[in-house]
DNA sequence: CGCAGTCTAGCAC
DNA sequence: GTGCTAGACTGCG
């Protein structure tokens, strides 16, 4: 659970507003397995647990979501980000980099 | 547009 | 307890 633990940190790391990157997250963790970042995602915190809504793909693309990705776009929309078909409207805005 | 690479979690044996 | 499959991705061909 370690993967997990750490992909879960960094989501919850996410302040409002923002959102972040597989790529990133796995960048962050030393890995290149994005899809194993999602799938943790997917697998265990399925429940507001953890921000997974505020995680997108490498272009701000709304992959996936155990919810749907409707419930995803919803929910970014609610945190004041834009959303425009299935992709975050200027994602480089809103895209958090774990900077600090 | 289609295939391969990489890692974890879940299900099956 | 160990092994195999599937999967919320990305990059390259």
Do not use: W
Not at 45 to 59: F, N, T, W
């Amino acid at each position: 659970m370690g993967f997990s633990c750490k992909v879960y940190d960094l989501c919850r790391r996410i302040p409002k507003g923002k959102v972040t990157t597989y790529k990133i997250i796995a960048g962050k963790l030393g890995t290149k397995a994005y899809r194993a970042v999602g799938n943790a995602l997917h697998r265990n915190p399925c429940a507001p647990q953890v921000p997974c809504h505020r995680v997108v793909g490498s272009d701000g693309r709304l992959v996936g979501f155990a919810h749907g990705i409707k419930m995803k776009k919803a929910l970014l929309q609610k945190e004041g980000i834009e959303i425009i078909g299935y992709k975050v409207a200027g994602m480089e805005k809103v895209l958090f980099r774990f900077r600090a």
